[in-house]
T-cell receptor, first 111, second 112 residues
Framework: EDQVTQSPEALRLQEGESSSLNCSYT??????LFWYRQDPGKGPEFLFT???AGEEKEKERLKATLTKKESFLHITAPKPEDSATYLC????????????FGSGTQLTVLP | NAGVTQTPKFRILKIGQSMTLQCTQD?????MYWYRQDPGMGLKLIYY???????DKGEVPNGYNVSRSTTEDFPLRLELAAPSQTSVYFC???????????FGDGTRLSIL
């Protein structure tokens, strides 16, 4: 059974204080690992897809990395507008493309 | 291009009532999905469809039904609503050919 565990559950940072969110996964053949951002009252918004260990992707203050067992979402010099819940999900090879999600990390960036 | 649109945004039902959650997309996705999200939990797959006329169960299908008569529409039906179905429901499309799934903004459903 595919499993995704995210830590920490909640994280409070001061504006400009860099940190990392963790996503540990077990999957029977990884097709892709996805990071989404979710704002209150909204659906998940796509950030990144990572396909193989060693891959990295960046977007503004966010950088996602992937190993064979986990992924990290690094947030550099965050701003209050980065406050959101960040969701990690895996897509298994051979599946009908459905995603298995972690429970998310709720990030709060204080001004 | 509206993407994935869900209606209604909010609904309160009484135990035993039924309703249909609507989902429509204008991105020509063959693959579509219904998830539910409970507080503090990840999204759980209810049903999915790989094309018009083809649907299959996900992880938590009990108490729900779906249909897919067109590429654009993928409604989710609740029969005999129960308090355990209080949740936020998300519809998504895509996820093939290295493209991500795109989500609607959800339907917040309370069963009282």
């Amino acid at each position: 059974e595919d499993q995704v565990t995210q830590s920490p559950e909640a994280l409070r940072l001061q504006e400009g204080e860099s940190s990392s969110l963790n996503c540990s996964y077990t999957v029977s053949g990884l097709r892709g690992l996805f990071w989404y951002r979710q704002d209150p009252g909204k659906g998940p918004e796509f950030l990144f897809t990572l396909y193989s260990a060693g891959e990295e992707k960046e977007k503004e203050r966010l950088k996602a990395t992937l190993t064979k067992k986990e992924s990290f979402l690094h947030i550099t010099a965050p701003k209050p507008e980065d406050s959101a819940t960040y969701l990690c999900a895996v897509q298994a090879a051979g599946s009908a493309r459905q995603l298995t999600f972690g429970s998310g990390t709720q990030l709060t960036v204080l001004p | 291009n509206a993407g994935v649109t869900q209606t209604p945004k909010f609904r309160i039902l009484k135990i035993g009532q039924s309703m249909t959650l609507q989902c429509t997309q204008d991105m020509n996705h063959n693959y579509m999905y219904w998830y539910r999200q409970d507080p503090g939990m990840g999204l759980k797959l209810i049903y999915y469809s790989v094309g018009a006329g083809i649907t299959d169960k996900g992880e938590v299908p009990n108490g729900y039904n779906v249909s897919r008569s067109t590429t654009e529409d993928f409604p989710l039906r609740l029969e005999l609503a129960a308090p355990s179905q209080t949740s936020v429901y998300f519809c998504a499309g895509g996820g093939v050919d290295n493209q991500p799934q795109h989500f609607g903004d959800g339907t917040r459903l309370s069963i009282l």
